[in-house]
């Protein structure tokens, strides 16, 4: 089973608040990723990080931020919550080979009033 | 334009029958191809990852199957069980940087019936 942990699991908030959605792997892995799941449609990369201190915004443009201060966490900010960022948020990690494995969080299911 | 259609969008069996999930890629130069499972709700969870120069790999009743050259996979089920209901994801890698970027599909979504 994969050690990495995603909080909170689900989030309902009103438009306009920021809220922070925590990622934590205990693998030692370097490369994080932050992808976007909508009901019926393929992952879509916003964010990801190659190590402390490094952070890029993936294919799909999102509004959010992220930050790796340390290895093992990856958070990601949404400064003001819109309906429009109601979504599935899917946190991952990999060790970084070209063929190496793609852990995936729980995920949070983000609804957006 | 590197893609990854899946096939077929759902698939309802019933319990103890075999099904096969399709994927074809565009995607090149191509490095791997994986296989996910995606219970409602969860993140996923890979079941096979598989490179240009392997054509089989197995994980239990779970066996994948890739042809390189048509640039298509499948997935095939053996004696499935209710615990097999979920999507499965068809991912594709290219070797266009030193990580490979992921392609993902949009996922087969089985149901198996009692």
């Known amino acids: 089973e994969a050690d990495i942990y995603q909080t909170p699991r689900y989030l309902v908030i009103g438009t306009g608040k920021k809220i922070t959605l925590e990622c934590s792997q205990t693998?030692?892995?370097?490369?994080m990723y932050w992808y976007q799941q909508d009901p019926g449609m393929e992952l879509h990369l916003i964010h990801y990080?190659?190590?402390?201190?490094?952070?890029e915004k993936g294919d799909l443009s999102s509004e959010s931020t992220v930050s790796r201060i340390r290895t093992e966490h990856f958070p990601l900010t949404l400064e003001s919550a819109r309906p429009s960022h109601t979504s599935q948020y899917l946190c991952?990690?990999?060790?970084?080979?070209?063929?190496?494995?793609?852990?995936f969080g729980e995920g949070s299911r983000l609804t957006v009033l | 334009k590197n893609q990854v259609e899946q096939s077929p969008q759902s698939l309802i069996i019933l319990e103890g029958k075999n099904c096969t999930l399709q994927?074809?890629?565009?995607?090149?130069?191509?490095?791997?191809l994986r296989w996910y499972k995606q219970d409602t709700g969860r993140g996923p969870v890979s079941l096979t990852i598989?490179?240009?120069?392997?054509n089989t790999k197995s994980n239990g009743r779970y066996t994948a199957t890739l042809d390189a050259d048509t640039k298509q996979s499948s997935l095939h089920i053996t004696a499935s069980q209710l615990s097999d209901s979920a999507s499965y994801i068809c991912?594709?890698?290219?070797?266009?940087?030193?990580?490979?970027?992921?392609?993902f599909g949009r996922g087969t979504q089985l149901t198996v019936w009692p």
């Open positions: 991952a990690s990999s060790s970084g080979q070209r063929t190496g494995e793609l852990f």
């Open positions: 693998m030692g892995h370097d490369k």
């Open positions: 990080s190659y190590g402390v201190n490094s952070t």
């Open positions: 994927c074809n890629y565009t995607v090149s130069p191509f490095s791997n």
């Open positions: 598989m490179t240009f120069s392997e």
């Open positions: 991912v594709v890698s290219d070797r266009g940087s030193t990580l490979g970027r992921l392609y």
